[in-house]
């Protein structure tokens, strides 16, 4: 099966950011004469409150629309039906275009307080006028993803804070997308309108194709990233996809001798056919390079899942929606179902 990068889109930076903690302050009072955002699926006049993974209670007098949220994050919200004006986090590329982690967010429309790791401006987002700040945190629930450590307490301080955790060592894709849903409830979403439902039955059939394909032909795939010094062999136990996937039945190679930190074991392009795979699942973020990039590596082309064209995109960020999760898992599920067996 051919690489698509199209339907792999819809993306994890495998390293940590900063921390935070809750509340309004009287800087946020100061700052609330910002522009309007959008209004959020469902109007009301709150209270609300939301209990997070940190675990921590936000909580408002009425049910916010002034959010700022990770680009994923966002990007989730949005797939459930809540308008999320403002974001931090990878949105648009250099042409303007959608990042993966993007989604389907109407990215031209947003505010963007930073748009690469360690960017945030804080002044723009004080302007602003939050309401609540909505991230990711991965293990350490005081690391906030994508908040830099240096300007947190600034951040943090300025409107509520919501954190749910993408990676406890433990989770699964499954029960984090069921967070988000829960989130986008208390935001006024409509889990039972029939977008979500559609995007809930196509998200269940592409767990079933995934497990039917895993089943039937159980080709080994190994989940790599490739920069330009280095090939990665990831491990499987340390992505919560992966982790769920492997519930599912897909069989990923364990690689053996792991970096610090246990993501992922690092190869010189000399050793990238360490672990011999059926077929390969590919980092398809935007800064990891790309098959059509990957041609003048010898080893790379040498590769029997290369040769075979075995090679499908991997959102090594995982979107938290059921609609968006589905297209990738389809994807897999499609590139398992079609392998051949070569190693």
């Known amino acids: 099966m051919a690489f698509d990068a199209d339907k792999a889109r819809f993306g994890r930076r495998g390293l940590l950011a900063g921390g935070g903690a809750l509340g309004l302050t009287g800087a946020l009072a100061a700052c609330?004469?910002?522009?309007?955002?959008?209004?959020?699926?469902?109007e009301s006049t709150g209270p609300w409150e939301f209990t997070d993974d940190q675990p921590a209670t936000a909580e408002l007098d009425h049910v916010p629309t002034k959010l700022v949220a990770y680009t994923g994050m966002a990007a989730a919200l949005y797939d459930f039906g809540v308008e999320v004006p403002a974001v931090f986090g990878p949105t648009t590329n250099e042409d303007g275009s959608p990042t993966s982690q993007a989604g389907n967010l109407p990215v031209a429309d947003l505010e963007v307080f930073g748009n690469t790791y360690g960017e945030f401006d804080v002044e723009a987002y004080a302007s602003w006028g939050p309401e609540v700040l909505l991230t990711h945190f991965y293990y350490d629930p005081a690391s906030l993803w994508y908040v830099p450590e240096e300007s947190k307490a600034d951040i943090t301080g300025l409107a509520e804070v919501v954190a749910l955790s993408a990676d406890d060592g433990a989770n699964t894709l499954d029960a984090i997308i069921a967070r988000h849903a829960e989130l986008a409830a208390s935001l006024g979403a409509d889990l039972d309108s029939d977008e979500n439902k559609a995007g809930k039955e196509r998200y269940d059939a592409a767990v079933a194709a995934l497990t039917e394909a895993a089943a039937a032909n159980p080709v080994t795939v190994l989940a790599c990233s490739a920069a330009a010094e280095t090939f990665y062999a990831s491990n499987p136990a340390m992505g919560n996809d992966m982790r769920f996937f492997t519930e599912l039945g897909v069989d990923f190679v364990q690689p053996d001798n792991l970096d610090e930190g246990g993501y992922f074991e690092s190869?010189?392009?000399?050793?990238?056919?360490?672990?011999p795979a059926d077929v390969l699942f590919l980092d398809s973020r935007v800064q990891a390079l790309q098959p059509d990039a990957l041609t003048e590596f010898p080893t790379w082309a040498a590769l029997p899942a290369v040769q075979e064209g075995q090679v499908v995109g991997w959102e090594a960020e995982p979107m938290y929606s059921y609609g968006l999760a589905a297209v990738s898992i389809e994807a897999l599920a499609e590139a398992i179902k079609n392998a051949k067996?070569?190693?």
């Open 267 to 275: 190869l010189s392009w000399e050793n990238a056919d360490k672990y």
């Open 341 to 343: 067996k070569l190693v």
């Open 32 to 42: 609330g004469g910002g522009e309007d955002g959008a209004d959020s699926a469902e």
